[in-house]
C-alpha cells in the first residue's frame, strides 16, 4: 500500500462518518455550529470525494480541487431540482447525497484495504 491508498482510506472513513453524522444530525432537527460546520465539510467534499477518488494517477490535489467542484455542482443540481418541483426539502436532500455517497465511500475503505493486504 502506497501513501496515496492510506490517505484515500483515511479520506473515505472520515467522510462517510461525517456524512452519516450530518443526515442523522438533519433528521433529528439538530441546530447549532456544529452541525453547520459538519453539514458544510460533507457538502462541500463528500459526494464529490466520493467521484473523484477514483481519477487514476490524479495527484492529492487534483482529487480535492475536483472532489471540491463535483459536490459543489451536485448541490447547485439537487437544489435546482427541488425548486423546479416545487418540493424544498434540504434535509431529505442531504440524506440522499449522503447515501448516495456511502457505498463509493465504502468501496473506497474496501478497495484500499485488500491493496494492503
Same mark, same amino acid.
Given at each position: 500500500?502506497?501513501?496515496?491508498? +492510506? ?11 461525517? +456524512? ?10 439538530? +441546530? +447549532? ?49 427541488? @425548486? ?12 440522499? @447525497? ?20
Amino acid at each position: 500500500m502506497n501513501a496515496s491508498d +492510506g490517505l484515500r482510506r483515511y479520506c473515505a472513513g472520515a467522510l462517510l462518518v461525517i +456524512g452519516m453524522l450530518a443526515a442523522v444530525l438533519a433528521t433529528a432537527e439538530v +441546530g +447549532g455550529p456544529v452541525r453547520l460546520l459538519i453539514t458544510l465539510v460533507f457538502l462541500l467534499v463528500g459526494p464529490g470525494w466520493a467521484v473523484a477518488a477514483y481519477l487514476p494517477g490524479a495527484s492529492a490535489a487534483l482529487t480535492w480541487a475536483a472532489a471540491t467542484a463535483v459536490s459543489i455542482a451536485l448541490s447547485i443540481v439537487v437544489a435546482q431540482v427541488m @425548486l423546479m418541483l416545487g418540493a424544498w426539502h434540504p434535509t431529505r436532500a442531504l440524506v440522499l @447525497l449522503a447515501a448516495a455517497s456511502a457505498p463509493l465511500l465504502v468501496h473506497h475503505l474496501v478497495r484500499t484495504t485488500r491493496a494492503a493486504s
